[in-house]
């Protein structure tokens, strides 16, 4: 490999995807084949992977191997790599990707449970993380605005004058992908790991609201918590976002106060929570202290600009944001990782059948299918996918695949949803703040 190069991989193919197959593996040929490797160049990438590639004549030139992806370092400049986590019930297993405020994600393949429990779920925070409360029942909330009766309620009283309900949900971070982005996008460089399913315990948000009697004029909520703001200013608030009226009341929308039949954990914002299923995590407002019926869409911190927005028209990667050509991200976009096996597992000489499993979700609406390849996406097979435990739960999906002989491979997943949209080779509509970044999921294996 040559020494010149001072560059991550990733900058590399992002600058000059030819030049760097060049430089990284050696002299390309027939570049009007989109940069195919051969000679040379396929037998320095063989040795890089650690095995003979079976499909090399499939893989598309500019394409970082699924091994090399995401931190391995071509060079001495190359970044590091994760962080891993150090928190009280939490796995070490997680990798820090934010340390102010403490933001951590999980590796796909720890995500394989049907339930992500509480040491495998991913960490996102906006401000300083509050104290636990000593007495959670006597923790208070209040909901007012354009309501006819604002309400202040303890979470014992919650718990005591409504129908509780436990469903099993999907909570993903909204910059769930923003590392897939080229150039890259600001903010904390998720991969797929800002994403778990819990058993969510509380009750329906549409009954309390109910109660409180939402006036015609009232067409969106803004929430707002107990945690300080990293500039330890008490006046500002950390995050506020907020819904439209008719998500609010969804059946599924939930005040929680329990999460895998226990408690609701203090770093996962007990002991009151929102959870808006499907929807960008940021609005599932953690450690609740506030909901305000509003008359107009809210403009609370994290409501304006760019910031949890998505391009209306598509807009030059790089170039300047017009904040006018800019919606608010609602649903989450579809996506489908394989959790089991590893990116990088390492099978026995003369395996030649691989089992795969893997999640899938799609926001507010469900998943049509997921199919899997093993040759770069030349040809696709469909896996055998489950359904839902209960809407917004995520689908889990089951495959067994062939493989002709030893060597290095790729498997790619993709998913369609309801709707028919499926997920992109690369992050659709580049936004400035990485929103949407739902590129199929490949992994790397090695057979002796």
Same mark, same amino acid.
């Given at each position: @490999?040559?020494?010149?190069?001072?560059?991550?991989?990733?900058?590399?193919?992002?600058?000059?995807?030819?030049?760097?197959?060049?430089?990284?593996?050696?002299?390309?040929?027939?570049?009007?084949?989109?940069?195919?490797?051969?000679?040379?160049?396929?037998?320095? @990438?063989?040795?890089?992977?650690?095995?003979?590639?079976?499909?090399?004549?499939?893989?598309?030139?500019?394409?970082?191997?699924?091994?090399?992806?995401?931190?391995?370092?071509?060079? *001495?400049?190359?970044?590091?790599?994760?962080?891993?986590? =150090?928190?009280?019930?939490? #796995?070490?297993?997680? #990798? +820090?990707?934010?340390?102010?405020?403490? !933001?951590?994600?999980?590796?796909?393949?720890?995500?394989?449970?049907?339930?992500?429990?509480?040491?495998?779920?991913?960490?996102?925070? =906006?401000?300083?993380?509050?104290?636990?409360?000593?007495?959670?029942?006597?923790?208070?909330?209040?909901?007012?605005?354009? +309501?006819?009766?604002?309400?202040?309620?303890?979470?014992?009283?919650?718990?005591?004058?409504?129908?509780?309900?436990? %469903?099993?949900?999907?909570?993903?971070?909204?910059?769930?992908?923003?590392?897939?982005?080229?150039?890259?996008?600001?903010?904390?460089?998720?991969?797929?790991?800002?994403?778990?399913?819990?058993?969510?315990?509380?009750?329906?948000?549409?009954?309390?609201?109910?109660t409180v009697g939402v006036k015609p004029a009232?067409?969106?909520?803004?929430?707002y918590s107990s945690d300080l703001h990293l500039?330890?200013?008490? #006046?500002?608030?950390?995050?506020?976002?907020?819904?439209?009226?008719?998500?609010?009341?969804?059946?599924?929308?939930?005040?929680?106060?329990?999460?895998?039949?226990?408690?609701?954990?203090?770093?996962?914002?007990?002991?009151? %929570?929102?959870?808006?299923?499907?929807?960008?995590?940021?609005?599932?407002?953690?450690?609740?202290?506030?909901?305000?019926? %509003?008359?107009?869409?809210?403009?609370?911190?994290?409501?304006?600009?760019?910031?949890?927005?998505?391009?209306? =028209?598509?807009?030059?990667?790089?170039?300047?944001?017009?904040?006018?050509?800019?919606?608010?991200?609602?649903?989450?976009?579809?996506?489908?990782?394989?959790?089991?096996?590893?990116?990088?597992?390492?099978?026995?000489?003369?395996?030649?059948?691989?089992?795969?499993?893997?999640?899938?979700?799609?926001?507010?609406?469900? !998943?049509? %299918?997921?199919?899997?390849?093993?040759?770069?996406?030349?040809?696709?097979?469909?896996?055998?996918?489950?359904?839902?435990?209960?809407?917004?739960?995520?689908?889990?999906?089951?495959?067994?695949?062939?493989?002709?002989?030893?060597?290095?491979?790729?498997?790619?997943?993709?998913?369609?949803?309801?709707?028919?949209?499926?997920?992109?080779?690369?992050?659709?509509?580049?936004? *400035?703040?990485?929103?949407?970044? =739902?590129?199929?999921?490949?992994?790397?294996?090695?057979?002796?």
């Amino acid at each position: @490999m040559s020494e010149k190069i001072e560059r991550s991989i990733e900058e590399l193919y992002r600058d000059d995807p030819q030049r760097a197959d060049a430089e990284v593996f050696g002299r390309v040929t027939e570049p009007n084949r989109r940069g195919f490797l051969g000679g040379a160049g396929l037998a320095a @990438m063989s040795a890089a992977v650690g095995g003979a590639i079976p499909f090399a004549a499939n893989m598309p030139g500019g394409l970082i191997p699924a091994a090399m992806a995401q931190g391995t370092p071509p060079a *001495p400049a190359a970044k590091k790599g994760p962080i891993p986590l =150090n928190f009280p019930g939490k #796995s070490d297993k997680l #990798s +820090v990707i934010g340390e102010r405020p403490l !933001v951590a994600e999980t590796p796909e393949h720890l995500l394989d449970d049907d339930t992500t429990p509480y040491e495998k779920f991913y960490i996102r925070n =906006n401000g300083q993380i509050p104290e636990e409360t000593k007495d959670p029942d006597k923790w208070k909330f209040v909901i007012e605005g354009e +309501v006819n009766k604002p309400l202040e309620i303890t979470l014992g009283e919650l718990k005591s004058k409504y129908k509780a309900q436990t %469903r099993r949900m999907v909570l993903e971070c909204g910059g769930n992908g923003r590392s897939f982005f080229s150039p890259p996008a600001s903010g904390n460089q998720w991969t797929n790991g800002g994403a778990g399913c819990a058993e969510w315990t509380g009750v329906r948000l549409a009954d309390v609201l109910k109660t409180v009697g939402v006036k015609p004029a009232g067409i969106y909520t803004a929430h707002y918590s107990s945690d300080l703001h990293l500039s330890g200013d008490a #006046s500002k608030p950390t995050l506020s976002r907020g819904v439209r009226i008719a998500k609010a009341m969804d059946p599924d929308s939930m005040i929680v106060w329990g999460m895998n039949g226990q408690p609701l954990p203090n770093i996962h914002g007990g002991p009151v %929570r929102l959870i808006y299923p499907g929807w960008a995590g940021s609005a599932s407002q953690k450690w609740l202290t506030k909901i305000v019926i %509003r008359d107009k869409e809210h403009d609370g911190p994290g409501m304006t600009g760019t910031s949890y927005r998505l391009t209306i =028209n598509p807009m030059v990667p790089g170039s300047k944001a017009d904040p006018k050509n800019f919606k608010i991200l609602e649903s989450m976009p579809v996506r489908s990782i394989i959790t089991s096996p590893a990116n990088g597992a390492k099978l026995a000489a003369g395996t030649r059948e691989v089992k795969l499993r893997g999640a899938s979700w799609a926001g507010d609406l469900t !998943v049509r %299918r997921v199919d899997v390849s093993t040759d770069y996406g030349m040809t696709w097979q469909p896996t055998k996918l489950e359904k839902p435990k209960n809407k917004y739960d995520w689908q889990r999906w089951t495959a067994a695949v062939k493989l002709p002989r030893d060597g290095y491979y790729e498997i790619w997943a993709r998913a369609m949803d309801s709707n028919g949209r499926m997920q992109p080779h690369t992050p659709p509509n580049w936004n *400035p703040s990485g929103y949407g970044g =739902n590129t199929m999921h490949r992994i790397a294996v090695l057979i002796a």
